[in-house]
């Protein structure tokens, strides 16, 4: 089909090579060979009037008008994508849609697992891929339409597609039940001389209760860093070091590790987590139906 003299399949071919900035990688992408790839880029130089991707050294840069037509091409293939997608209405019990969900592992062990629990019953045929969060490729994939539902702290989220507020959560600090540094309470002075576990999930550049900690002025030691909220507990049971983990966390870990909490010396803001789902899906069945079933899930948290 032709579009102002534009063959609309090229606009596949068009979202590769601007995606990979690589003929090949874009042909691989698109299930076509390089000689075909190579093809649809010479028709597209010729109808566009433009380089579209130059050869600099041994990798190929996107003129300006390729960077100008990136993000508007990626958003009418995911239009394109919704509408041949889009169903009168979405069945649960026969659908075999999957899920792309991207949240923590704070958010898979406080919600989603209950989530899927209810989607095995409700939605057995579907399944959710739960991607981790990552600096380098979060926004991108989400922006990219790679991905169905992102939650994160209300700050943290794009102010470019719609979202859901769904709980708010407070923080606590969790000590091995046999920590002989703490007596009742964890004093400020404890709290900042003993050994803290850290996770290594950061939003904005920083360790996401180390900001609130360094605006008031105080620094904690640093014994061990692991990469998931729930390596925390594994790392303070059987020493003397302590963890600030969210409040729901806490409870959870307090049922299957000998510990015990405390609140924060330090006054930490709670955080309040949303959903956000692509613009493209605001009116999607199976979109709308599983944002019904995350409200469930949150209504018996």
Known sequence: MRFHHLNLNLLVALDALLTETNVSRAARQCGLTQSAMSGALKRLRAHFDDELLVQVGRTMVPTTLAQNLTAPVRELLLEAQTVAMTRARFDPATSERRFVVMASDYVATVLLADLNRHLVKQAPRTSILLRPITDDRTREDFDDGKVDFIILPERYLSTKHPREALFDDDWTCIAWAKNTAIGKELTL???????????????????????????????????AVVPTFTLMPEFVVGTNLIATVFTRMAKIFAQRFPLKLFPPPIKIPPVSMSVQWHKSLDRDPSSLWMRGAIRQIVKAM
């Open 189 to 223: 002075d404890r709290y900042l001389a003993l050994g803290h576990v850290q996770t290594l999930l950061r939003m904005g550049g920083m360790v996401f209760d180390d900001s609130f900690i360094m605006r008031l002025g105080h620094a904690r030691k640093i014994a």
